[in-house]
């Protein structure tokens, strides 16, 4: 997890990476600033929906459920996660 007091920072630097957005989740909750709240979120509905559904798609289905929920926390519309989700049925 990014090494930030901020948790607003700490969301933006860690959406971007799949193996960090439980970390962009958590700081996603905390964050209290509602403009970097959606930048995070845009963050992560730009990369999170491929990387889960490429997990899925390899038989790594903890993995995609992981940074599927993370990213519904976060905001993130279901319907960019359908095909991750469908993958792990």
Excluded: H, W
């Amino acid at each position: 997890m990014p090494d930030d007091s901020d948790p607003c920072t700490a969301c933006l630097r860690a959406a971007p990476n799949p193996r960090e957005i439980e970390a962009a989740a958590s700081m996603f909750a905390r964050c209290t600033n509602p403009a970097a709240k959606a930048q995070c979120t845009r963050r992560v509905a730009g990369v999170i929906p491929k990387q889960a559904e490429y997990a899925a798609n390899n038989g790594r289905c903890k993995e995609a459920q992981a940074m599927v929920a993370a990213a519904l926390q976060m905001g993130v519309p279901a319907a960019r996660l359908a095909k991750a989700m469908d993958a792990c049925k």
